[in-house]
């Protein structure tokens, strides 16, 4: 089933575009707008079945807190130990998306797999929507620009819907951990992990080949002051709420400072110009692919952004874009998902490429 919101807006053209077409004139790129508080096809619905997870990890029921001791009054983690998180995450990725054996270098970006994973199942509507699906394709192939050591988005979406994939990375260490972990799950012949050697660059020199989806979780930050700046803040957050909840609290290793917290390397987590610079230039460079891609999209940290990124993609004559506004609890972010193809082009695009109708 689609995501209700998601079908609610699929067919709704603006007044302005309605107008200009009475007149005669070309119509703007239709835009449809989507708030969607978590996915309704995530296997994550609102919290976590430690029973069931540990079952799948048992590593993860040395950090397990029992609800007795936690605030909320219900089992938890502490989210400021990066040991808790890894193991919980490796347990949410076996027990509900088969990947029985997951692992990150050390300083690696450790991603939370309930938001990823939404990001994912809309993805899987925009794609049903194009092709004129009551249910999302399967037979589909997408591109994930910086997928890091931990091959979030290939993960999940082959997990998903079976979905195949090329992965890319400017960082040498990830891309082979990376390559390491699509080899240990069985999915050397389903995901395809390939170096970018410019760093400028998204798709050049990665896609070669027609693909119908690409997925980013573009670098936030401007440099690494910044994002050392923003680690610190958050250490001490974490560190006030733990010891709000349990008095006699001491600083796990993942609190200290230098940690690997909220780990990552370079490349994750800083480009010049940060968040905006990097994805106008994707933006930029996408319509240079315009052939080779159905649906371009990224994450967009910073709601503000919005206006400039649509404005770019206004000037590229875009033909058609969905933003979507999803979160979980105070973490919101947007999706935006852009096309160089009319509806009509769409449908054709899945009709040639066998999944669509």
Same mark, same amino acid.
């Given at each position: 089933?689609?995501?209700?919101?998601?079908?609610?807006?699929?067919?709704?053209?603006?007044?302005?575009?309605?107008?200009?077409?009475?007149? %005669?004139? @070309?119509?703007?790129?239709?835009?449809?707008?989507?708030?969607?508080?978590?996915?309704?096809?995530?296997?994550?619905?609102?919290?976590?079945?430690?029973? @069931?997870? !540990?079952?799948?990890?048992?590593?993860?029921?040395?950090?397990?807190?029992?609800?007795?001791?936690?605030?909320?009054?219900?089992?938890?983690?502490?989210?400021?130990?990066?040991?808790?998180?890894?193991?919980?995450?490796? /347990?949410?990725?076996? $027990?509900? *998306?088969?990947?029985?054996?997951? $692992?990150?270098?050390?300083?690696?970006?450790?991603?939370?797999?309930?938001?990823?994973?939404?990001?994912?199942?809309?993805?899987?509507?925009?794609?049903?929507?194009?092709?004129?699906?009551?249910?999302?394709?399967?037979?589909?192939?997408?591109?994930?620009?910086?997928?890091?050591?931990?091959?979030?988005?290939?993960?999940?979406?082959?997990?998903?819907?079976?979905?195949?994939? !090329?992965?890319?990375?400017?960082?040498?260490?990830? =891309?082979?951990? @990376?390559?390491?972990?699509?080899?240990?799950?069985?999915?050397?012949?389903?995901?395809?992990?390939?170096?970018?050697?410019?760093?400028? /660059?998204?798709?050049?020199?990665?896609?070669?080949?027609?693909?119908?989806?690409?997925?980013?979780?573009?670098?936030? *930050?401007?440099?690494?002051?910044?994002?050392?700046?923003?680690?610190?803040r958050k250490r001490r957050q974490l560190a006030k709420? $733990?010891?709000?909840?349990?008095?006699?609290?001491?600083? $796990?290793?993942?609190?200290?400072?230098?940690?690997?917290?909220?780990?990552?390397?370079?490349?994750?987590?800083?480009?010049?110009?940060?968040?905006?610079?990097?994805?106008?230039?994707?933006? /930029?460079?996408?319509?240079?692919?315009?052939?080779? =891609?159905?649906?371009?999209?990224?994450?967009?940290?910073?709601?503000?952004?919005?206006?400039?990124?649509?404005?770019?993609?206004?000037?590229?004559?875009?033909?058609?874009?969905?933003?979507?506004?999803? %979160?979980?609890?105070?973490?919101?972010?947007?999706?935006?998902?852009?096309?160089?193809?009319?509806?009509?082009?769409?449908?054709?695009?899945?009709?040639?490429?066998?999944?669509?109708?």
């Open positions: 089933m689609l995501c209700a919101a998601f079908i609610r807006s699929t067919n709704a053209l603006s007044t302005s575009a309605k107008c200009h077409a009475r007149r %005669g004139l @070309a119509a703007r790129p239709r835009r449809r707008a989507i708030v969607v508080q978590g996915h309704p096809r995530n296997a994550f619905a609102g919290s976590y079945d430690f029973d @069931a997870l !540990v079952a799948s990890n048992p590593r993860l029921s040395a950090h397990v807190i029992a609800a007795a001791d936690a605030i909320g009054r219900r089992d938890t983690v502490d989210w400021g130990d990066p040991r808790a998180v890894l193991e919980l995450n490796r /347990a949410l990725l076996a $027990s509900d *998306y088969g990947v029985g054996d997951w $692992s990150l270098p050390p300083r690696s970006l450790c991603p939370p797999v309930p938001s990823r994973a939404d990001y994912v199942h809309h993805v899987a509507d925009v794609l049903a929507t194009s092709g004129g699906l009551a249910a999302p394709p399967a037979d589909v192939v997408g591109l994930d620009v910086g997928t890091g050591a931990s091959l979030i988005y290939p993960l999940l979406g082959h997990g998903a819907y079976g979905w195949r994939f !090329v992965a890319s990375d400017v960082d040498a260490a990830s =891309c082979a951990h @990376a390559k390491n972990l699509a080899e240990r799950n069985g999915l050397a012949d389903r995901v395809r992990v390939r170096r970018q050697p410019n760093p400028a /660059a998204c798709f050049e020199r990665v896609l070669d080949g027609p693909v119908d989806f690409t997925m980013c979780n573009p670098p936030f *930050y401007e440099s690494r002051d910044a994002f050392e700046a923003e680690n610190a709420a $733990s010891k709000k909840r349990n008095p006699t609290y001491v600083a $796990s290793a993942g609190n200290e400072e230098g940690s690997d917290n909220f780990g990552g390397g370079d490349s994750e987590l800083w480009t010049p110009g940060g968040e905006r610079r990097f994805v106008s230039d994707m933006i /930029a460079e996408s319509a240079r692919f315009r052939d080779s =891609c159905l649906w371009f999209s990224s994450l967009v940290s910073r709601q503000k952004l919005l206006p400039v990124l649509e404005g770019a993609l206004k000037r590229l004559r875009v033909k058609d874009t969905t933003v979507v506004a999803t %979160g979980r609890g105070q973490k919101t972010a947007t999706l935006l998902f852009w096309s160089f193809k009319t509806r009509a082009e769409q449908r054709a695009w899945a009709r040639d490429r066998g999944w669509g109708t």
